[in-house]
């Protein structure tokens, strides 16, 4: 076998003559010593339509993945929100007020009062800790005073819809804004926020608001 070797002046000297002048007609294909030196591709090239097909794959594929990205997750304030708003009923929002026990609650079927019972227990399982995270309530009443307020004023709420499902985070800083908002007198909204309410990432003039105001703003909608 032989082989035959080209120096560096026979391959600028074939770049000279295989370079078009002016006035020729263009190559129609890959330029020899650029496709040599991979300018281009040696197997040829995409057509428009191809490359045009190519793009639109491109674009598709990013919409898709756009399209597929989850909303964001509501903030805490909203869903507590979203759940008053839901529950409260004009005696809910007359008990709040005044905390006159009301005469007479509007009268439940099974399923509601099962609800009703449900979001009792769950209210009661962060009771006692919840008491003591808003301040004002454990050292001026007893434990059995909050909770009987407590059941009064959920017995007003309404449950046509099933109860939020909440987890604990979200329930505890529930079950502490329904304490505050059946003890205006005791309860500093003002300055105190209770640390179920931080570990929600709710502002404090987000909690004053929930206790304070959401009521009121839900009677009138």
């Not at 708003?85 to 005696?91: R, S």
């Not at 179920?196 to 987000?206: C, N, R």
Request: include cysteine; glycine fraction near 4%.
């Amino acid at each position: 076998l032989a082989f035959s070797v080209m120096s560096p002046d026979d391959f600028r000297s074939l770049e000279k003559e295989d370079a078009p002048t002016e006035g020729d007609n263009q190559p129609t294909g890959p330029h020899p010593v650029s496709a040599f030196r991979g300018h281009f591709d040696i197997f040829g090239h995409l057509d428009d339509d191809e490359s045009q097909n190519a793009e639109d794959d491109v674009l598709f594929d990013n919409q898709m993945e756009e399209e597929a990205a989850p909303a964001p997750e509501p903030r805490a304030f909203i869903k507590i929100w979203a759940a008053l708003a839901a529950w409260i009923t004009p005696e809910a929002t007359r008990f709040a007020l005044t905390l006159d026990p009301p005469l007479s609650n509007p009268p439940k079927s099974d399923l509601e009062a099962s609800r009703c019972a449900g979001l009792m227990a769950l209210a009661n399982m962060h009771l006692s800790k919840c008491v003591h995270e808003v301040g004002g309530l454990a050292s001026s009443h007893d434990l059995r005073a909050i909770r009987e307020r407590l059941a009064v004023f959920l017995q007003t709420f309404s449950y046509s819809r099933p109860v939020v499902q909440f987890d604990t985070r979200l329930m505890k800083a529930t079950t502490c804004v329904l304490l505050a908002i059946c003890w205006p007198n005791d309860v500093d909204v003002e300055s105190v926020l209770p640390k179920s309410i931080q570990e929600a990432e709710i502002v404090q003039d987000e909690y004053r608001y929930l206790v304070q105001s959401a009521l009121r703003s839900i009677a009138q909608v």
